[in-house]
């Protein structure tokens, strides 16, 4: 049996539904994403996990939370699983930033590798310490199913660093909607994407929900 990461997204905020720019600030889940995680554990209760490493913000806590009730396991917080930090932008629509940081803005979406926002990360630095989170799961679970719970960008990059895309594709290269399931396993071959971006275990109303 090989290990199998399964990378969570958060259930939905106000910022997933408008789009602004939200990594160190710390918004709830909206009612709709309370939903979301609750219809999460109700599919993924029945199978057998091995653990939950969670980024340690209001967000994605409030998303693990119902599986972790449900299977009696506690989750693990991890600081490398937080979402990406943009600086100044916190909190800002994207309109507001193309205006005020421009150039900047301009040489973020060229190329976010390197590239950082005003005061924020750059791709390169969220795949450095998500990377050391990836590696302590796969050092002590050789097998069986682990849960990530993280961000829209930090999941993203993850994707992308295990599977050799170039970092600073990483928002035209992967999907990651609320709540969205993306499922790697490792074996011997190394990293193999199985499912990226699934919804289906949400009701349609959910799914049909407007959002980033």
Same mark, same amino acid.
């Given at each position: 049996?090989?290990?199998?990461?399964?990378?969570?997204?958060?259930?939905?905020?106000?910022?997933?539904?408008?789009?602004?720019?939200?990594?160190?600030?710390?918004?709830?889940?909206?009612?709709?994403?309370?939903?979301?995680?609750?219809?999460?554990?109700?599919?993924?209760?029945?199978?057998? *996990? !091995? =653990?939950?490493?969670?980024?340690?913000?209001?967000?994605? @806590? &409030?998303?693990?939370?119902? /599986?972790?009730? #449900?299977?009696?396991?506690?989750?693990?917080?991890?600081?490398?699983?937080?979402?990406?930090?943009?600086?100044?932008?916190?909190?800002?629509?994207?309109?507001?930033?193309?205006?005020?940081?421009?150039?900047?803005?301009?040489?973020?979406?060229?190329?976010?590798? *390197? !590239? =950082?926002?005003?005061?924020?990360?750059?791709?390169?630095? @969220? &795949?450095?310490?998500?990377? /050391?989170?990836? #590696?302590?799961?796969?050092?002590?679970?050789?097998?069986?199913?682990?849960?990530?719970?993280?961000?829209?960008?930090?999941?993203?990059?993850?994707?992308?660093?295990?599977?050799?895309?170039?970092?600073?594709?990483?928002?035209?290269?992967?999907?990651?909607?609320?709540?969205?399931?993306?499922?790697?396993?490792?074996?011997?071959?190394?990293?193999?994407?199985?499912?990226?971006?699934?919804?289906?275990?949400?009701?349609?109303?959910?799914?049909?929900?407007?959002?980033?």
């Amino acid at each position: 049996m090989s290990l199998k990461i399964y990378f969570l997204r958060h259930g939905e905020t106000t910022y997933s539904k408008t789009g602004g720019f939200c990594g160190a600030i710390d918004p709830e889940l909206t009612p709709e994403g309370s939903k979301m995680a609750e219809q999460f554990a109700a599919t993924y209760a029945k199978l057998p *996990w !091995n =653990a939950v490493y969670v980024s340690p913000m209001k967000r994605t @806590i &409030a998303t693990a939370k119902p /599986l972790c009730d #449900a299977v009696g396991i506690e989750m693990q917080l991890r600081d490398g699983l937080r979402e990406i930090k943009y600086g100044e932008w916190e909190g800002k629509t994207v309109e507001f930033v193309k205006k005020e940081y421009e150039e900047a803005y301009i040489n973020w979406l060229t190329e976010p590798a *390197w !590239n =950082a926002p005003n005061g924020g990360e750059t791709s390169v630095e @969220i &795949a450095s310490r998500a990377s /050391l989170v990836i #590696a302590e799961i796969e050092e002590k679970y050789k097998s069986g199913n682990v849960l990530v719970v993280s961000h829209k960008a930090t999941i993203r990059i993850i994707l992308c660093s295990l599977l050799g895309i170039d970092l600073g594709r990483y928002r035209y290269r992967i999907g990651a909607l609320a709540a969205s399931v993306s499922i790697v396993k490792f074996d011997v071959r190394g990293p193999l994407l199985e499912v990226l971006g699934d919804r289906s275990y949400m009701d349609e109303n959910l799914r049909n929900l407007p959002g980033t």
